[in-house]
């Protein structure tokens, strides 16, 4: 599944008092929106990590995302 980020995006994830927050800008949460639609229409089992490695600002949480029937 190749993502396709909107330029300028932003998106950081982090715990507070066992609750996870997830901050974006708008172009954030479009491009996650539009992450989320392509795992909706695939099989079950697929999923995306993604952290401050892999497209999340510094200091964030891993955030995996999961299709599950």
Same mark, same amino acid.
């Given at each position: 599944?190749?993502? #396709?980020?909107?330029?300028?995006?932003? @998106? %950081?994830?982090?715990? *507070?008092?066992?609750?996870?927050? @997830? %901050? =974006?800008?708008?172009?954030?949460?479009? %491009?996650? =929106? #539009?992450?989320?639609?392509? @795992? =909706? *229409?695939?099989?079950?089992?697929? +999923?995306? +990590?993604?952290? *401050? +490695?892999?497209?999340? #600002?510094?200091? %964030?949480? *891993?955030?995996? @995302?999961?299709k599950h029937d």
């Amino acid at each position: 599944m190749k993502i #396709e980020w909107i330029d300028g995006f932003r @998106i %950081s994830v982090r715990t *507070e008092n066992d609750v996870t927050v @997830i %901050s =974006a800008n708008k172009e954030g949460l479009l %491009s996650l =929106a #539009e992450i989320l639609k392509r @795992i =909706a *229409e695939e099989e079950s089992g697929t +999923h995306l +990590h993604l952290d *401050e +490695h892999n497209s999340l #600002e510094d200091g %964030s949480k *891993e955030l995996i @995302i999961e299709k599950h029937d």
